[in-house]
């Protein structure tokens, strides 16, 4: 039983345009939110995060917003560029188990020149 | 500064045989996780250590497979009688405190196991 869904297993998109990456999840327990960017026989790198009191955060060209009623998330890069091509993992905890991560099986971003 | 180091970062086995994989976390951080990332898949949690105390071992797939943290810092993670399944990377992260929300965990590069 997949809880945290990345349905889509790839995205392109132009360099300078805006990459957006979906996540559901079904647990209703997870009440934090994480992105991690991976490359080729690279370890996952994390990205960013959101607590499930905020509908919003942003680090630079990268945000995450979440809609609590509709568990979903996404991830929005803008502008997109060559370097970020990578598998992007949408991840998540719940209060009772604060370590432990759940994740999407990923999507792969790819950012043409 | 060091990140995660994972060891060997490739390893071929013999089905039947023990296989032991290493993980030196960040410096001081007290939080340890192992994961299993099969081919296509996220990774899936295994277990988890605070300092040398394992707090959760649910993820571990079978009794064949065991983590050890002895001295709170390097861990091993040790498979017995390989399997065919047991092929998969094998990631490493760690964290300066589990229990804090807001820190995130760091990953090594894995080890990818393959089982022939």
Redesign the interface.
């Known amino acids: 039983d997949q809880q945290?869904k990345q349905n889509s297993p790839s995205l392109s998109v132009q360099e300078g345009r805006i990459s957006i990456l979906n996540c559901d999840y079904t647990n209703s327990m997870f009440d934090?939110f994480?992105w991690?960017k991976k490359y080729p026989?690279?370890?996952?790198?994390?990205l960013i995060?959101i607590?499930s009191i905020k509908d919003k955060n942003e680090d630079g060209r990268f945000t995450v917003f979440l809609n609590k009623s509709a568990k979903h998330l996404s991830l929005h890069i803008v502008p997109s560029q060559p370097g970020d091509s990578a598998v992007y993992?949408c991840?998540a905890?719940s209060g009772g188990?604060?370590?432990?991560?759940?994740?999407?099986?990923?999507t792969l971003l790819t950012v043409n020149p | 500064g060091a990140g995660?180091s994972q060891s060997p970062r490739y390893k071929v086995a013999k089905r039947g045989q023990d296989v032991a994989l290493r993980c030196d976390p960040i410096s001081g951080h007290v939080?340890l996780?192992w994961?299993q990332q099969a081919l296509?898949?996220?990774?899936?949690?295994l277990t988890?250590f605070q300092n040398e105390a394992q707090l959760?071992k649910s993820?571990l797939p079978s009794d064949r497979f065991f983590a050890e943290r002895p001295e709170g810092s390097v861990s091993t993670l040790k498979i017995q009688r390989t399997q065919q399944e047991d092929s998969a990377v094998y990631?490493c992260?760690s964290?300066s405190w589990?229990?804090v929300?807001?820190q995130?965990?760091?990953?090594?590069?894995?080890t990818r196991l393959s089982i022939l």
Request: glycine share 20%; net charge neutral.
């Open positions: 945290v934090y994480l991690y026989a690279e370890g996952p790198t994390f995060s607590s993992f991840a905890k188990s604060n370590y432990k991560l759940t994740f999407g099986k990923g | 995660v939080s996780f994961y296509g898949q996220g990774p899936e949690f988890y959760d993820g990631l992260a964290s589990g229990g929300r807001n995130p965990q760091h990953f090594g590069d894995g």
